[in-house]
């Protein structure tokens, strides 16, 4: 039973750049969220997708930008990176938007 | 005020001993809550739901609150492996879709 993936794992990039991350959630579960840990912090929720649509969204700008496919995989994107924007990159998937959340393994982000 | 504190730490404790941590929230219509488990460069996993009647899984103990907004958990007989940080998490359930708010994370370190 595959639980949730995300690629890549690293990912160096520069201020100004687009970046696309990806995330496919355990076998049997249909909705993603996505989360943005900080060194030191604990997670911070971006947003959540469920049915191909955000369903909520935390106190991140519009640089941050998702999307879900009929599949259930999940893509994030982030537009005009900001030294700021490295971090942690968490997926997580549920079975249905109140369902238990199992995370992915991130993506590990860093802006120069 | 955050909507989720925990005490840093580091809590250094002796293998085989009695550790407790506790959190408070602060939206009084939070429903659900838990305690993650998040190793060093690690994702966060679930270590147990948290219940108003208290609830118990092996050596970990989980009691909830709701008058005074408290959540806590103790660790009995404590092991090397226990060392971790472990994240306060509060579900709000509003509107049908679900983010985690999560605690920065109380750091454990259990020593030999």
């Known amino acids: 039973d595959a639980g949730v993936t995300q690629s890549p794992t690293h990912l160096i990039k520069t201020r100004g750049q687009q970046v696309t991350l990806r995330c496919s959630p355990k076998?049997?579960?249909?909705?993603v969220s996505w989360y943005q840990q900080a060194l030191g912090q604990g997670p911070q929720f971006i947003f959540q997708?469920?049915?191909?649509?955000?369903?909520q969204r935390g106190n991140f700008p519009d640089r941050f930008s998702g999307h879900q496919f009929p599949n259930y995989s999940s893509e994030l994107n982030v537009n005009a990176l900001l030294l700021g924007d490295s971090a942690l990159y968490l997926c997580?998937?549920?079975?249905?938007?109140?369902?238990?959340?199992?995370f992915g393994p991130g993506t590990r982000l860093l802006v120069l | 005020r955050k909507e989720v504190e925990q005490d840093p730490g580091p809590f250094n404790v002796p293998e085989g001993a009695t550790v407790a941590f506790n959190c408070t929230y602060s939206?009084?219509?939070?429903?659900?809550f838990f305690w993650y488990r998040q190793d060093c460069r690690k994702e966060p996993k679930l270590l147990m739901s948290?219940?108003?009647s208290g609830n118990e899984d092996g050596r970990f103990t989980a009691q909830l609150n709701r008058a005074s907004q408290y959540i806590s958990l103790l660790i009995r007989d404590s092991k090397l492996s226990d060392s971790a940080t472990y994240l306060c998490?509060?579900?709000?359930?509003?509107?049908?879709?679900?983010?985690?708010?999560f605690g920065k994370g109380t750091h454990l370190i259990i020593q030999p």
């Open positions: 997580a998937s549920s079975f249905g938007p109140m369902g238990t959340q199992y």
């Open positions: 076998s049997g579960h249909d909705t």
């Open positions: 997708y469920y049915e191909e649509e955000e369903r």
């Open positions: 939206n009084s219509a939070s429903q659900s």
């Open positions: 948290v219940y108003s």
């Open positions: 998490v509060v579900k709000n359930g509003i509107g049908g879709a679900d983010g985690l708010t």
